[in-house]
């Protein structure tokens, strides 16, 4: 066992070009003592570089596959991007070297266009992908995303090997306003994976089937290194918390009993801070918090995930146990222009005009006469079909309903989405916000809304757990012109 808090805390390269070149590439990565792992990395690195842009400023980015031929095709998504559909990484269909799929009904004979072939990342090749980072008219809002293979039936094995990367998008009203920045201001992807005695991952994936295919890995990473520590001054910091895991949620404390104070989800500020004790993240889930350390001076506060209070916790709603990482904090008192903001980014006018009747139902089953795979709407994926045909400029009002035994992770693609009920209830306060990727407990009916602007095209619905995702547990919609 390597031991906890003796790694320094990675920071990845920053990116902040308009025209980038990524290598999609096999490295040696430290990270556990000892021998190097290798890896399906993003430029080099687990995690991939960190591409820092500004919002309404177009961004091409180039990635080169340069994997071995084995892996086959690979897709590119940016999640949690507002992107034209053939630059959001569309899963695909077959191909020679992807002939067969066991969980999804991919028809035979498609062409290229219909199973979304011709968007693949052919090895040896290369595709740049252009993301205008607009909304609207408007400049997206800041957010952090990030970016991550997509593939067919092969996102979770793509994902495990590697091939994950932060993506943070900033805008003038967040500049405005007084939170930490700089040095201060830090992203950490959390990631748990299992390791041989050669430390080379291992291969979790065989004889996986629904509903027990949820991958827990022995050992969690944050930003690549096992249980890293940081050194902080005695300040206020601002955190942006990513859970990659493949199936595992964190429900996230410190040690000290200091409260992290949330102010941003997947899509950005929420409208207000929001005090938290703890905090549960889902795979793909984010969370920026902020943390203040004055009263902490000269500590050792750990980054830890406990049991949840006052919940009961179904197969995928169970937090790992243990300590994440480790800061130290420096013992001089500083001064700290940093303050949080009672306010911090208002809803969009759109979420005070919404339906509470749900123009289109998601159910989330799990069936199948030979082989038992995850359904939606009693049907697995099929990169030809889509099951919703919402029109572009218009708000929906859409549920999703679990009929399973077993928590999921919706994520929706192309728009972020306004919480309006879980069960019948309000939703909690850190909830009361955009988002685009949630917690569906057992038995569990969302009511959510969402915008469709800018893009017609075909963008998929799915479960963020990795192996359900590749096990039938994703479909798509549609959006069509006016
Ligand atoms: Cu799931």
């Known amino acids: 066992m390597a031991e906890p808090f003796r790694a320094r805390l990675p920071i990845p390269e920053e990116l902040t070009g308009a025209r980038l070149s990524i290598p999609v590439r096999e490295a040696e990565v430290p990270i556990m003592p000892g021998a190097p792992t290798r890896m399906w990395t993003y430029g080099g690195?687990?995690?991939?570089?960190?591409?820092?842009?500004?919002?309404?400023?177009?961004?091409?980015?180039?990635?080169?596959?340069?994997?071995?031929?084995?892996?086959?095709?690979?897709?590119?998504?940016?999640?949690?991007?507002?992107?034209?559909?053939?630059f959001d990484g569309q899963p695909g269909g077959l191909t020679p070297a992807h002939a067969r799929s066991f969980f999804c009904d991919v028809?035979?004979?498609?062409?290229a266009r219909q199973s979304g072939n011709d968007l693949l990342l052919e090895p040896g090749g290369k595709r740049t992908y252009v993301y205008d980072l607009m909304e609207d008219g408007r400049p997206e809002r800041a957010a952090f995303q990030w970016y991550h293979d997509h593939r067919l039936d092969h996102t979770s094995?793509?994902?495990?090997?590697?091939?994950?990367?932060?993506?943070?998008?900033?805008?003038?009203?967040?500049?405005?306003?007084?939170?930490?920045?700089?040095?201060?201001?830090?992203?950490?992807?959390?990631?748990?994976?299992?390791?041989?005695?050669?430390?080379?991952?291992?291969?979790?994936?065989t004889n996986?089937?629904?509903?027990?295919?949820?991958?827990?890995?022995?050992?969690?990473?944050?930003?690549?290194?096992?249980?890293?520590?940081?050194?902080?001054?005695?300040?206020?910091?601002?955190?942006?918390?990513?859970?990659?895991?493949?199936?595992?949620?964190?429900n996230l404390y410190l040690s000290n009993g200091a409260p992290m104070v949330q102010i941003g989800t997947e899509?950005?500020?929420?409208?207000?801070?929001?005090?938290?004790?703890?905090?549960?993240?889902?795979?793909?889930?984010?969370?920026e918090v902020v943390v203040d350390f004055a009263g902490a001076g000269g500590e050792m506060v750990e980054l830890r995930s406990g049991p949840r209070h006052g919940a009961r916790n179904p197969l995928g709603t169970r937090p790992y146990i243990g300590a994440l990482m480790q800061f130290r904090v420096g013992a001089r008192r500083l001064p700290d222009r940093t303050r949080l903001p009672r306010q911090l980014r208002p809803l969009p006018a759109w979420t005070q005009h919404v339906s509470d009747k749900p123009k289109q139902s998601w159910e989330i089953s799990i069936g199948g006469l030979f082989k038992t795979?995850?359904?939606i709407n009693g049907k697995t994926f099929n990169p030809a079909r889509a099951d919703a045909h919402p029109k572009l400029g218009t708000t929906e009002t859409w549920e999703i309903v679990n009929r399973t035994d077993v928590a999921h992770m919706m994520h929706i693609h192309a728009t972020d989405w306004y919480l309006l009920s879980r069960n019948g209830k309000p939703p909690p306060a850190w909830e009361d916000c955009l988002k685009e990727t949630f917690f569906v407990y057992p038995r569990?009916?969302?009511?959510?809304?969402?915008?469709?602007?800018?893009?017609?095209?075909?963008?998929?619905?799915h479960c963020h757990m990795l192996d359900h995702e590749d096990h039938g547990l994703m479909t798509q919609f549609e959006v069509t012109k006016p």
């Open 107 to 111: 028809p035979r004979g498609l062409s």
């Open 267 to 287: 899509s950005g500020l929420m409208p207000r801070p929001v005090g938290r004790r703890e905090l549960m993240l889902g795979p793909a889930e984010r969370a």
């Open 444 to 461: 569990e009916r969302l009511l959510l809304a969402g915008r469709f602007s800018d893009y017609t095209g075909k963008f998929v619905i």
């Open 208 to 250: 996986r089937r629904p509903p027990n295919d949820g991958i827990n890995a022995r050992d969690v990473l944050v930003n690549g290194a096992y249980m890293p520590y940081h050194r902080v001054t005695a300040q206020r910091y601002r955190f942006r918390i990513l859970n990659v895991s493949q199936f595992r949620p964190y």
């Open 373 to 375: 795979t995850w359904l």
């Open 157 to 205: 094995r793509n994902v495990w090997h590697g091939l994950a990367g932060m993506w943070i998008v900033e805008d003038e009203l967040e500049g405005s306003l007084p939170l930490p920045r700089g040095e201060r201001d830090i992203p950490l992807m959390i990631a748990d994976r299992s390791f041989d005695r050669h430390n080379q991952l291992t291969d979790p994936f």
């Open 45 to 86: 690195t687990f995690p991939g570089p960190t591409v820092r842009r500004p919002a309404g400023r177009r961004t091409e980015v180039t990635f080169h596959h340069e994997l071995p031929r084995s892996v086959g095709e690979l897709t590119v998504h940016l999640h949690g991007g507002h992107n034209r559909s053939q």
